[in-house]
């Protein structure tokens, strides 16, 4: 130290101090020693033997989801106790012999398992467990459980796999359920932060009702202790859940979700599906109680939401993308479509409070409508001669609701028709709805960057040009002619409750606007205007020149209206061409949208038929099966007693019922 | 100690401390076999990068320790309030607007690396205190009320806001170095008793009221492990399995079933310690607490024979800092203390750690680069 220089006095003085450090580094020494030496030398032959023999896994027990049941309880979704095979890929030692035992069993071919194993490895590390198949039928789970014992990181593990009676039934509407997707994860755990958390692997419910209730019905996960040996094998021993200290490991049960209760009607819903599978038929339909309880949700083609439940092959799910008409998309709520002729009722209703005509006036409606130099057609080549608002809306006049557009312009069309539900969302509980447009002067300012066009005015009165309408508005627009003004918000859930039927969350109908009320725009629209449109929708259904006449159900009036909607335009040549000789992705979309009774309405149904060519062959039977499915279902009194009057008039001989088929040129 | 000047200046190399260099070394050595034990499992394919940064981390720890060794620590002294009060801020900073981690508000994220003040403020703390305790004469009864008063503010304020974050390890940590270095410059009797007192009285209230359930679950689980099994009883239970089935020898590098199949929680950054012990048994474990202990007490014989006051606080300081540090994280591993989430100097996966840690060491190796006036 013959270097060492500092003003000594200064720091000497700390001397003693250092004593007491030195003092407790030797003291934490010691103590680690002699705690290493117990744990390592004394304890150390016992905690080797356990480290080998006997590990406790964590491992995670799903819950089952919530049950989904319709109005009457009868099951829509239910969970099924099933197995399925699952790898840890840490304990694989031989990936290409593994993939190929385990593919033969399980009828995958082994480039795919090494595929997904190697995959998952760099996505998700070593430890993520794999799902190789699930819902695994008897043979399998035999099979695999004789080469489980040589196959270390293979494991047969219980599982719930979601069941869909319905099958394809209701496959939109209800949705299905799937692995929670990487991008998904964040978003839902801040979604449901503080209420649920989600984890890699979880499954959760991907579209429809399962992913909008998934806050309610998912189910609170559980853990269990398992012992597995150094191969990750599930080992069966006496203390499965002691640990070496003989201390009882706690398990945790997981908690069933809760159930919840539709609006829907099982049996009207099979129906409904039914109609369009036997008629042929592809589009959607919506049918409601008149306060906003939907009772039936279709959009075909569908899909088996079962496939997806148990594993879906890449072929099937393909096929089911790649299909021209988008079986996975819910046509209800997620296809604009132009209204067409079923905008008409709308327009009249504006036109009769807004004076521009009276229930009797009488206006001329010929075949060609000239506006400027242009011709407007009107679908049959010799017009409807003069006819009153009734007849115009009987026979489905366009020249008619031409003059009322230009009558009108598009700003009071839009005062009138908006609030009816009509270009908005109406904030049905699934998710991605879209909103469907009904345009005014403003709106093309704002999105075109330019003026409103007085030729738009006819397109617009005829439902074409830019209004476009999802399914479910026009039922709701419908729905509130049927009530003569009351606007309800349509929901489909209509209860949740815990597994003792205890209702946590309960929803009623919901009355957002009564136009008969005089609205911040000022405009009201009196009962007796609704009356007049209801007389001319009761006359397109039973009426001797009604566009959807062929249509009845004994002893129940409907009233409705027929449209079409124009996939696209075509030259004033092409106009008359038999929509049904053209390719099928040309033709046109075939509206009926329609309640019952029509004195007293309980029922709305709306149905979109795509390339059906016409609303009166393609939707109106669908329509007319679902009401008298309810209406056999609900008032079979009736039906029986029109049958009964039926049978009467056939007596006395009046005129025998016209069963020819509907001449699809009569409607526009 | 019988030549107070001497007038040949020596080199750089020959005035650094090999002893010390050669225990930080010997530490990084180990950390590293034993990472990349802890990294590369039968399967592992991303963890991979983790030891690659590790090494980037400790070049840059290196490069730092001999910037600071080249810097003369007077300019800590002279800096000390500027350093305190930007730490200060950064935490202040942090409580209400940094990212939130597990529940706790603890960090910026600067891009490449995710900043922390609370590991810089107790550098920060340590400069502070040695600033105005070398002040303060350690011979007699020892300091009062009135001495106290200042360093034990520049003590609490930090503290609080650390509390309020809430990191209790953190907040612990700042109260272990802090009471060290008063401890060190000596506290009258009395006051210490007091200290003591009023401490147990606090535990029962804080307990009451200040903690939050899973801090106090994790206390909970340290009395009873088969409570919590999902939580930290189970990384408790799994970490004394891993630690005692190493008996003597250890079961060899890369052997560790525990750590090596997933049993075990954190592997590579609070739980290095029960890799190390697994494959290399009492035999690695004695050797690591012993190099820590050779290391501390090399940097207190820097402090014996620091150039001044100053030099010998700042040394302690950090002697006590890593000390702490090393026997909070091997206490809990080895199952003496809760779970708390401190990492291993030197030791343990991660940059914030890596560099503090250097930095401090890089102190103290400029305090004792400098016992040489020439």
Known sequence: MAEYIGSLEETKEYAPRFKIFYFVIVVAFLLFGSRLWYLQIIQGEELRRFSEKNRIKQSKISAPRGLILDRSGKVLIENLPGFEATLSPQYIDDLNSMAQKVGSILSIEPERIANKVTRSRKQNGPFALIRLKENLSREEVFRLKRIRLDTPGLEIRESIVRHYPLQESAAQLLGYVGEISKRQLPLWNKKFEGRLLFEQGDIVGKTGLEEALEGDIRGIDGTSFIQVDAHGRETISQASNTNIYGEQFKEQEPIHGNNAVLTIDRDLQEAAFNAFKTQNRIGALLAMKTNGEVLAWVSAPSYNPNDFATGISPQALSK?????????????????????????????LAALQEKVITPTTIVHAPGVYYFGRRPYHDSIRGGHGYVTVYDALERSSNVFFFKMGIQLGVDRMFNYIFPMGIGQKTGIELPREVSGLMPNSEWKKREKGEEWQPGENLSTAIGQGFVNVTPIQMAIAYNSIATEGKVYRPFVIRKVIDQDGKVLKEHFPQLLRDVTQTQTTGIKIDPSTFKVVKEGLRRVANGDRGTAKWWKIPGIQMAGKTGTAQVMGFSADQIYVKCDSRPMHMRHHGWFVAYAPAENPEITVAVLTEHSCHGNTGSAPIVRDVIQSYFQKYHPEMIEEGIKKAAQQRKAPVKAPTPDVPDAQSED | ????????????????????????????????????????????????????????????GWTIFFFVTLVDYMFFSRMAILIYALNLLAIIYVTFFGKVALGAQRWIDLGFFRYQPSETMKLGLIIMLAKILSNRSPSGQGMGFRELFVPLLMVIIPFG???????LGTAMMLSLIGGSLLFF????????????????????????????????????????????????????????????????????????????????????????????????????????????????????????????????????????????????????????????????????????????????LGVVSSVSYRRYLF
């Not at chain 2, 750089?12 to 990349?36: E, H, Q, S, T």
């Not at chain 2, 806001?161 to 990191?167: I, K, L, M, Y």
């Open chain 1, 320 to 348: 089911i993308v790649t299909d021209p008409f988008k079986p996975l998309r819910n046509k209800v709520i997620q296809d604009h479509a132009s209204p067409g002729s079923i905008f008409k009722p709308f327009v009249a």
């Open chain 2, 185 to 360: 410059c000596k506290v009258r009797r009395s006051i210490i008793i007091g200290a003591l007192v009023i401490m147990g009285l606090a535990v029962p209230i804080a307990w009451e009221y200040g903690l939050r359930d899973y801090q106090k679950n994790r206390i909970l689980t340290f009395v009873s492990p088969a409570n919590d099994p999902r939580g930290s009883g189970y990384n408790s239970i799994q970490s004394r399995i891993a630690v005692g089935s190493g008996q003597f020898i250890g079961k060899g590098f890369r052997q560790g079933t525990q750590s090596q199949l997933e049993f075990l929680p954190e592997r590579h950054t609070d739980f290095i310690f029960s890799v190390l012990s697994e494959e290399h048994g009492f035999v690695g474990g004695i050797l690591t607490i012993g190099l820590f202990g050779f290391l501390f007490g090399l940097a207190l014989r820097t402090a014996a024979n620091a150039r001044d006051k100053f030099g010998v606080l700042v040394t302690a300081g950090v002697t006590a800092y890593v000390f702490w540090h090393m026997f909070i994280n091997i206490g809990m591993v080895i199952g003496l203390l809760p779970i708390v989430g401190v990492p291993l100097p030197l030791l343990s996966y991660g940059g914030s750690s890596m560099l503090t840690t250097m930095l401090a």
């Open chain 2, 161 to 167: 806001f650390v509390v309020e974050q809430p990191d």
């Open chain 2, 1 to 60: 100690m019988n030549d107070f000047v001497k007038l040949e200046e020596k080199p750089f190399f020959r005035k650094l401390d090999y002893n010390f260099i050669i225990v930080i070394l010997a530490l990084n050595v180990i950390g590293l076999i034993n990472l990349y034990s802890a990294t590369h499992g039968p399967n592992a394919t991303e963890v991979e990068s983790l030891f690659i940064s590790q090494i980037v981390w400790l070049l840059a």
